[in-house]
C-alpha cells in the first residue's frame, strides 16, 4: 500500500488552486502575479487575468502564447520558512472562449468568491469587463518539495487526482496549530523522543507534516484516508481522545 503521493497527484493538488501562482511569459520582462486559478477537470489550469494582461495583449496577435505558471504552496502557520513546495506548469496560453467564460468564471468563483468575477460571459454584456480567464494547455510539469524533485509527465498528471483535503486543508491545519500544540508535542515525545515545540504545517490523506527543532518530519496515518470521516478516524487513532474536532 502506498505511503506517500505520487508526483503526478503532488502537481495536481498543488495546482489545484488554493496556492498563490505567477505566471512568466515572453510577452513580459517580469512574472505576473495571478489573483485567481484553478484547474478544470483534466487539471488545464485556468487563469484570472486582467484584460490589460501582456498575455492577453500577444494573444491579440498570436494563436497561442508559450508560458510557465509557477506555483509556491506555503503553509498557513506563521513560520520564518513558509515554504513547502513549488511546481513549475510549462504549456501554451489561449484566451477561453466567449462561449465558455462564464462556466469559467463559476468554476473560479466556487474557490474564489469575488463580485466581479459576476461580470465576465454575463448574458447582458457589461460596458467594460476587467478581467478574462486564460487557460493552459500542459506540455511538461516541475515539482520540488519535500518528497524531492520530478518531472512529471501530461499523462501521468491528467490522470491524477489532487489531495481531497486541499480545499479544507489550511483551516485544519490552522486549527491544529492554534488549538492543539500541547498534544502535537506530547505526540511528537511519545513517537520520536524529543522535546519541544512542535507545529503542523501541512497534511494529506497519508499523513501530518510537522516542523520541530530537529527539522520536518511525517507522521503517518495507519491507513491512507480519503473522506472527513476517514480522517476524523485517523486522528482519534494517533492522538488518542485529542483533536477529535479538526
Same mark, same amino acid.
Given at each position: 500500500?502506498?505511503?506517500?503521493?505520487?508526483?503526478?497527484?503532488?502537481?495536481?493538488?498543488?495546482?489545484?488552486?488554493? #496556492?498563490?501562482?505567477?505566471?512568466?511569459?515572453?510577452?513580459? %520582462?517580469?512574472?505576473?502575479?495571478?489573483? /485567481?486559478?484553478?484547474?478544470?477537470?483534466?487539471?488545464?489550469? !485556468?487563469? !484570472?487575468?486582467?484584460?490589460?494582461?501582456? #498575455?492577453?495583449? /500577444?494573444?491579440? %496577435?498570436?494563436?497561442?502564447?508559450?508560458?510557465?505558471? =509557477?506555483?509556491?504552496?506555503? &503553509?498557513?502557520?506563521?513560520?520564518?520558512? =513558509?515554504?513547502?513546495?513549488?511546481?513549475?506548469?510549462?504549456?501554451?496560453?489561449?484566451?477561453?472562449?466567449?462561449?465558455?467564460?462564464?462556466?469559467?468564471?463559476?468554476?473560479?468563483?466556487?474557490?474564489?468568491?469575488?463580485?466581479?468575477?459576476?461580470?465576465? $460571459?454575463?448574458?447582458?454584456?457589461?460596458?467594460?469587463?476587467?478581467?478574462?480567464? !486564460?487557460?493552459?494547455?500542459?506540455?511538461?510539469?516541475?515539482?520540488?518539495?519535500?518528497?524531492?524533485?520530478?518531472?512529471?509527465?501530461?499523462?501521468?498528471? &491528467? %490522470?491524477?487526482?489532487?489531495?481531497?483535503?486541499?480545499?479544507?486543508?489550511?483551516?485544519?491545519?490552522?486549527?491544529? %496549530?492554534?488549538?492543539?500544540?500541547?498534544?502535537?508535542?506530547?505526540?511528537?515525545?511519545?513517537?520520536?523522543?524529543?522535546?519541544?515545540?512542535?507545529?503542523?504545517?501541512? !497534511?494529506?490523506?497519508? $499523513?501530518?507534516?510537522?516542523?520541530?527543532?530537529?527539522?520536518?518530519?511525517?507522521?503517518?496515518?495507519?491507513?491512507?484516508?480519503?473522506?472527513?470521516?476517514?480522517?476524523?478516524?485517523?486522528?482519534?487513532?494517533?492522538?488518542?481522545?485529542?483533536?477529535?474536532?479538526?
Amino acid at each position: 500500500m502506498a505511503n506517500a503521493p505520487t508526483a503526478a497527484e503532488r502537481a495536481r493538488t498543488l495546482a489545484f488552486g488554493v #496556492a498563490g501562482a505567477s505566471l512568466a511569459t515572453l510577452a513580459s %520582462d517580469t512574472e505576473e502575479l495571478i489573483p /485567481a486559478h484553478v484547474c478544470d477537470d483534466a487539471g488545464r489550469p !485556468l487563469l !484570472l487575468v486582467p484584460t490589460h494582461s501582456p #498575455a492577453v495583449r /500577444a494573444l491579440q %496577435d498570436e494563436a497561442d502564447v508559450p508560458g510557465t505558471l =509557477r506555483i509556491t504552496d506555503l &503553509t498557513v502557520v506563521p513560520l520564518p520558512d =513558509r515554504v513547502r513546495g513549488r511546481a513549475w506548469l510549462h504549456g501554451w496560453l489561449t484566451e477561453v472562449p466567449a462561449s465558455e467564460r462564464r462556466e469559467a468564471a463559476v468554476r473560479i468563483s466556487r474557490l474564489h468568491p469575488r463580485p466581479d468575477l459576476l461580470d465576465i $460571459g454575463a448574458r447582458i454584456p457589461v460596458a467594460r469587463e476587467d478581467w478574462t480567464v !486564460l487557460v493552459m494547455e500542459i506540455g511538461e510539469i516541475e515539482i520540488e518539495d519535500a518528497w524531492g524533485t520530478a518531472i512529471v509527465e501530461p499523462e501521468e498528471y &491528467t %490522470d491524477a487526482r489532487p489531495d481531497p483535503f486541499v480545499a479544507v486543508e489550511p483551516g485544519m491545519i490552522g486549527h491544529l %496549530d492554534e488549538s492543539h500544540r500541547a498534544e502535537l508535542a506530547a505526540l511528537y515525545h511519545d513517537r520520536f523522543g524529543g522535546e519541544g515545540v512542535v507545529r503542523a504545517v501541512g !497534511l494529506d490523506r497519508f $499523513g501530518l507534516a510537522l516542523r520541530c527543532e530537529a527539522g520536518d518530519l511525517r507522521l503517518s496515518f495507519p491507513e491512507p484516508v480519503r473522506d472527513l470521516n476517514g480522517l476524523r478516524c485517523a486522528y482519534r487513532k494517533v492522538f488518542g481522545v485529542t483533536a477529535k474536532n479538526p
